[in-house]
């Protein structure tokens, strides 16, 4: 889609009080319009080892895709963390190097009352 298409996309997706949205779609994302309206954000600094499984696990990719997670930790976390730094200036920041990390973390979070729902 084109630029400017994809920016509009990204601001009508942020528009709403309460969203998520995952992000780094490689060259292809566009951050600005998710960070300028996020108020958390979450990383997720996986290794390398554990990036290369669960892309295993998912089938087969192209060798770009390949070339893009070897490289992502040296070429493009530190665009995201320099994005984020810059543009999501009062948001909380969370990085999470293993899912263990982010779980919990997310256990610790009170439960919502949509969420007590769900349970039920």
């Known amino acids: ?22 992000g780094d779609l490689g060259p292809y994302d ?7 309206r996020a108020d958390t954000v979450f990383v997720l600094d996986y290794s390398l080892l554990r990036c290369g ?20 930790r040296r070429r493009s976390l530190p665009i995201v963390v320099n994005e984020i730094s810059s543009i999501a200036l009062g948001a909380e920041v969370h990085v999470f ?3 263990r990390e982010a779980r919990r973390f997310l256990g610790q979070l009170p439960a919502t009352a949509d969420s007590k729902k769900a349970d039920r």
């Open 1 to 22: 889609m084109p630029h400017q298409q994809w920016v509009r996309v990204q601001r009508e997706l942020a528009a709403p009080r309460q969203w998520i949205l995952d």
């Open 30 to 36: 566009l951050p600005m319009p998710r960070l300028e």
């Open 53 to 72: 499984w669960q892309s295993l696990r998912r089938g087969r990719q192209r060798l770009d895709y390949w070339i893009w997670v070897l490289g992502y």
């Open 97 to 99: 190097r293993t899912p």
